[in-house]
């Protein structure tokens, strides 16, 4: 079975489940809407999906970290299928988001000229040829666009505590919106284009964000890769095929389960040659059970810098009703009930320290694989 994988960078959450058709594909396949990514920026979050692990335990933990990835502890999705003969092709943003392993081609696109709709389909044609000839592919469609605008629009204009962008929440939510329209005009041709082709029953087609963008939400990051709140921190996972059950799953998950969920329904076997992942299948969960699973994330606060810190400085610990965020760089530490405060705007840090202390010996278990810290 081949696997195409397109991910659409930045899209949020509360647009994804309104887009026309985005709603359509999620209809029929089974949809985690609340898939908690390991960082809300496309570099760390990609190698923790592409590697089952976190970044403190892959290497890639940062902006500048890509390079550090240990690819000799932990196999990707590109070289796990590669080496089951897949023909394997990605097209990337810019070469530092994924790793660069196991592609049989590794193509840049120019994200602000290309027409990616158009070249997503003739990489699909090309693809269909390979299928034809009884060879399986595995093709990784990075949508850029969203990102673009940002960085047009956003990213050049302001900085993060910039009181004219903040002061325009509307207009922001606004100029987003047609960002993700047209995302979602993607899609709707890319999955047409997948049918046209006959694609549908022999591939398994995984649709991801990676991450939110933040509208302005909250002072102090003006997109994204900032802080740990969930209007970035909330990605999407849809797998579609139609041995697949058509489902959402409320509960959350994480974007470290993406591996071995999709090497589960490939029926590759996970290599014991390579360290254990942290990620755990979603199939109990496709297949009806219902578990909590605890999800970490990290982010790089850059603060009055123009670059991000070469170390991540917020980290969180989510389960389906709690966050407990630790900002390392002032120390301090903030504790939210997600379920009445969606927004995170009221800290119970000072209210609940049950909760706090066992959120933040969660946390230094993840972070210390159990070790108690000294
Ligand atoms: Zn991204």
Redesign the pocket.
Known sequence: MNLIFI?M??ARLDRIVNGKNYSNLIKNSTFFPKTITYAP???A??HAVFSGTYGHNNGVNSYWSTPKFKKNEYKTLSLYLQEKGYHTYADV?NDL?LPNIGFDSFVVHDELNDDLTERHKLLLENMKTKSDQNKDFFLYLHY?NI?TGIMEQVLKKYDNFSDEYFSKKNENAKFYDTLFENADEYLGEIISHCKKLNLIENSLIVVI???GISIGEKLGERA?GVYCYDYTLISTALFHHPSIPKKITENQIRSIDLLPTILEILSISMDSNYKPIDGQSLMPIINGSSEERIAFSQSGNPLKNKQPPKEPNVFSIRTDKWKFISNIHNNTEELYDLEVDPTEENNLINFNPDISSKLRQEMNNTLHDGKQLS
Do not use: Q
């Open positions: 991910m960078d930045g920026y496309t570099i979050a990609l943003i988001v850029s990102h964000s990676d991450h994204y």
